[in-house]
Nanobody
């Protein structure tokens, strides 16, 4: 079983910064892509940013230039540095990891429990 533990959410004023972390643990052979998604009230979950095991990143247009995604493969951890936060960034942020638990297994997607980010105006 794979667990994703998120941390770093909270309340911040517009223009401020937060750093989210997500650490994977459990039976893991390799983690392929990792990333963050978010879901605001009444809206569908949307991609924020993803990063491959080779450190190629992809960002939603709404966060480009403000958010930076990085990962530490040795620690099985992904980090989301969020700067210049806006009220519209308010959402529950979910970590996602695409994992192979053994050399022969198919890739499976795992999600964290979510962490609340609230940006006040």
């Amino acid at each position: 079983q794979v667990q994703l533990v998120e941390s770093g959410g909270g309340l911040v004023q517009a223009g401020g910064s937060l750093r989210l972390s997500c650490a994977a643990s459990g039976t893991i052979f390799v983690i392929n892509a990792m990333g963050w998604y978010r879901q605001a009230p009444g809206k569908q979950r949307e991609l924020v940013a993803t990063i491959t095991s080779g450190f190629t990143t992809n960002y939603a247009d709404s966060v480009k230039g403000r958010f930076t995604l990085s990962r530490d493969n040795a620690k099985k951890t992904v980090y989301l540095q969020m700067n210049s936060l806006k009220p519209e960034d308010t959402a529950v942020y979910y970590c996602r990891a695409d994992v192979m638990v053994t050399r022969c297994s198919a890739e499976s997607t795992y999600w964290g429990q979510g962490t609340q980010v609230t940006v006040s105006s």
